[in-house]
């Protein structure tokens, strides 16, 4: 689902990854974190796709809600479980965003 009209400024959260070949129990840990991502305050959405790499754009209305994301315990043990198990590497990037605009026929 491509999240629509959110009233800019607001944060994106891009998480790319490469993983390894144990993926044992990524899937149900990645829908986990996405149910308690939306229960966050300043949490606006949440796009991913996966082929060979899997990008995951979260969006955020603050640096604050970021950050009391980022130190949530639960995503905090994920994340080190995924550093430990199934990340082959990663890459996070937080960005501004300005204005934005679409198409949809």
Not at 33 to 42: D, F
Not at 77 to 90: C, D, I, T, V
Request: glycine share 6%; charged share 30%.
């Amino acid at each position: 689902m491509i999240i629509d009209n959110l009233k800019t400024p607001y944060y994106a959260v891009v998480f790319s990854t490469i993983l390894t070949d144990n993926i044992k129990g990524y899937e149900e840990m990645a829908d986990k974190m996405e149910l308690l991502a939306k229960k966050q305050l300043g949490y606006l959405g949440i796009e991913s796709a996966r082929k060979s790499i899997g990008i995951t754009v979260s969006y955020w209305s603050s640096l604050e809600a970021i950050t009391a994301w980022k130190n949530n315990v639960e995503h905090t043990e994920a994340r080190e479980l995924g550093r430990k198990k199934w990340y082959k590497k990663y890459r996070l990037r937080i960005c501004k965003v300005e204005r934005e605009y679409g198409f949809e026929s």
